[in-house]
C-alpha cells in the first residue's frame, strides 16, 4: 500500500511536468502571423482551466501569490505603446524563452490534466537548478500531499483525504491501517532511492525546461510547420502588466503571459485542446526567489528504514 501512494504521487507529479516541458515551445512552428504593431491582434480567449489555484500558504510551501487575482485578464493600452512595440510574436517568444529558461528557480501553481484517470491534477510547488522543491498537490480536490526534497532526502505528507481517495478499491483494512500510520505525518526517503527517481527529477529545473527552446525532444513541436502564434493584447496578471501570445495548432489553442516589466518572463500559461479534458492553466512566479526547503522537524516516519525491516 505505501508503494501504491508513493507511485501515486509520482505520477502526478510528472504528468504536470509532461505538461509544462512544452510551455514555452511557442515558436516550434514556422509560422508567425502577428503584425508588428498589435493591429487587428486577437484578444485572448478566458482561462481553459477547470477552477483556479487557491494560492493558499502552508509551512513547507512558498507564500499565497494571489493567483485568484489573475483569473480574468483585463483589456489594457494598445499593444504598439507596450514594452513589445515593433516586434513580431516570434522575436516576443524569443526574449520570454531566454528570460524563462534563464531562471535560477520558480514557481508554478495551477490545474493540469491527468490523463490516466481523466480528472485534474492542482499543483503549487517552488523548484530551483539545484534540485530542491517544496509544495502541494492534489487530485480532483480529493486532499492534499505536501512535498519537500532537499539535498538527498525526500519528505512526503498526505491528509486523510487523500490517503482515502488513492486507495480506493483497497482492502478496507488496509486503507486504515495506511490512514493510521500515514495521515498528517511527515515521512522521509532517499532522493536517490528507486522509489523518489521519478520525483526528483521532476524537482530539477533544468530537467523540467530541458527542450524549451525547441532544439530537442519535448519542446511541443509536431515538426509539420502548422503552429501559427500570433500577438495578442496588453494585459495583466496579478496585477503585473504582461503581454499575450496566441498559439492555434490543429485544435489546439494556447495563450501565453509574457510579463512587461522587468525581465519578459513566462507568468501563465492557458492551454485549450480539442480533445475531452485536455486543458489547464498555470501560473509561474517567484522567479530566482529562494526555494523554502526547510526539512520538517519532530516525529517524521523513515519509509527507507521501514522497507527494510519488513522486506
Known amino acids: 500500500m505505501r508503494r501504491h501512494v508513493r507511485r501515486s504521487t509520482s505520477t502526478a507529479l510528472l504528468l504536470a511536468a509532461a505538461a509544462t516541458a512544452s510551455l514555452t515551445g511557442c515558436q516550434s512552428g514556422p509560422s508567425d502571423t502577428g503584425g508588428t504593431d498589435g493591429t487587428g491582434a486577437t484578444a485572448p480567449a478566458g482561462s481553459a482551466a477547470s477552477g483556479k489555484p487557491d494560492g493558499s500558504a502552508s509551512a513547507s510551501r512558498p507564500a499565497s501569490g494571489g493567483a485568484e487575482a489573475a483569473a480574468a485578464p483585463s483589456a489594457s493600452a494598445s499593444a504598439s505603446e507596450g514594452p513589445f512595440a515593433g516586434l513580431s510574436a516570434t522575436e516576443i517568444s524569443d526574449r520570454a524563452l531566454e528570460a524563462t529558461t534563464g531562471a535560477r528557480s520558480l ?16 499543483i503549487d510547488l517552488a523548484l530551483d537548478r539545484e534540485g530542491e522543491c517544496a509544495g502541494t498537490m492534489s487530485m480532483d480536490g480529493q486532499g492534499e500531499a505536501e512535498l519537500i526534497k532537499t539535498g538527498d532526502t525526500v519528505y512526503l505528507k498526505y491528509d486523510e483525504q487523500f490517503l482515502r481517495a488513492q486507495s480506493e478499491g483497497e482492502p478496507q483494512a488496509d486503507t486504515e491501517a495506511l490512514v493510521s500510520l500515514l495521515a498528517d505525518r511527515w515521512t522521509k526517503m532517499s532522493a536517490t532511492g528507486p522509489d523518489a527517481k521519478d520525483m526528483t527529477s521532476f524537482c530539477d529545473l533544468d530537467t523540467m525546461l530541458d527542450g524549451a527552446d525547441g532544439s530537442g525532444e519535448g519542446d511541443g513541436s509536431d515538426g509539420d510547420g502548422d503552429t501559427q502564434v500570433t500577438r495578442g493584447r496588453a494585459t ?59 526539512a520538517p522537524t519532530g516525529d517524521v516516519l523513515d519509509l527507507d528504514a521501514m522497507n527494510q525491516r519488513t522486506a
Open 236 to 294: 495583466t496578471v496579478d496585477g503585473a502588466p504582461a503581454f499575450t501570445l496566441l498559439e492555434t495548432d490543429g485544435q489546439d489553442r494556447s495563450t501565453l503571459y509574457i510579463a512587461a516589466e522587468g525581465k519578459p518572463y513566462l507568468l501563465r500559461f492557458d492551454h485549450a485542446s480539442g480533445s475531452a479534458g485536455d486543458s489547464g492553466t498555470l501560473l509561474f512566479s517567484d522567479y530566482d526567489e529562494p526555494v523554502p526547503t526547510d
Open 107 to 122: 514557481r508554478m501553481t495551477g490545474d493540469v490534466p491527468d490523463e490516466e484517470s481523466g480528472g485534474t491534477i492542482r
